[in-house]
């Protein structure tokens, strides 16, 4: 094997290795112990310990996460109930790839995310969370291929106490249940935004440009309304990207050229 034929062999056998998705892992691996504050939520804040999560070409360095519950009685903060509010901490969170679900790279934010109202005595209590998460997403190879960002979230907002039952909401009041997610990339002048209700579950950004790195925060906001029933939250967020060309098409391309090579070296030894 001639040294131009292992520099492309040992080429494509590193974008393949690239391709191998992450495995799911709690996202609380990506940040260091939480501290604690309030007397009535519990809110923890953390910040992150320098480790990445990798899917595809990409990789995410969660640089912050703040978990803020409050409960209310009218406009009286009281004491939330056990129960009432998840996630209770960044270990309940699981970070998993989007690329064996869809094809593109980014993380799928798994796990229980939700708010439920309560009774306490003769009066109900609305129960609010709110979630912020700061992350940087970079090329594993600084090439500034990141052209589109993408948000799909599976959520639901319910009135069990309400004429539609258990059913998801699909068109809003103006009144919670409601879950209102907001991202933006700086830089970009972009941001994304979804919600439920009115279900708008699925957005995009586009950038006009390529990146090889972007700075993101990520604001996540759940209130179960002070109504008997009322419930709103969600099982997953994806997050991914589009990239331009795909690395696919190089490792694609590559291959083939790969091939040719061969077959083309396959010949000329036969003609000797």
């Not at 609305?126 to 500034?144: F, R």
């Not at 052209?147 to 799909?152: E, F, Q, V």
Request: net charge negative; charged share 10%.
């Amino acid at each position: 094997m001639t040294h131009t034929f292992k520099i492309l062999f040992l080429t494509v056998c590193c974008i393949v290795i690239s391709m191998v998705p992450a495995a799911a892992d709690e996202l609380s691996n990506y940040f260091n112990a939480p501290t604690t504050s309030g007397t009535y939520g519990q809110t923890l804040t953390y910040t992150g310990d320098g480790q990445t999560f990798t899917n595809g070409n990409l990789q995410f360095q969660f640089k912050g996460l703040t978990i803020i519950p409050t409960c209310w009685e009218g406009i009286t903060e009281v004491q939330c109930q056990a129960g009432s509010y998840n996630p209770v901490s960044a270990a309940t969170l699981n970070v998993a790839p989007t690329s064996t679900l869809n094809g593109y790279d980014g993380f799928d934010l798994q796990g229980q995310v939700d708010v439920s109202s309560y009774n306490a005595g003769d009066v109900q209590v609305d129960v609010k969370e709110d979630i912020d998460l700061n992350y940087t997403v970079s090329t594993t190879g600084g090439a500034a291929t990141i052209s589109d960002a993408h948000l799909d979230v599976g959520a639901c907002a319910s009135d069990t106490g309400g004429a539609l039952g258990t059913n998801c909401l699909s068109a809003g009041t103006g009144l919670p249940p409601e879950l209102s997610v907001l991202e933006n990339f700086q830089g970009t002048n972009q941001t994304i935004s979804a919600s439920a209700p009115p279900n708008i579950l699925n957005a995009m950004a586009d950038f006009a440009g390529t990146y090889s790195s972007l700075q993101v925060s990520k604001d996540i906001f759940l209130e179960s309304g002070a109504c008997a029933g009322c419930q709103v939250g969600f099982s997953d967020l994806k997050q991914y990207y589009s990239q331009v060309p795909e690395p696919r098409t190089y490792a694609w391309v590559l291959g083939l050229g790969l091939f040719g090579l061969i077959q083309l070296r396959r010949r000329f030894a036969t003609n000797q």
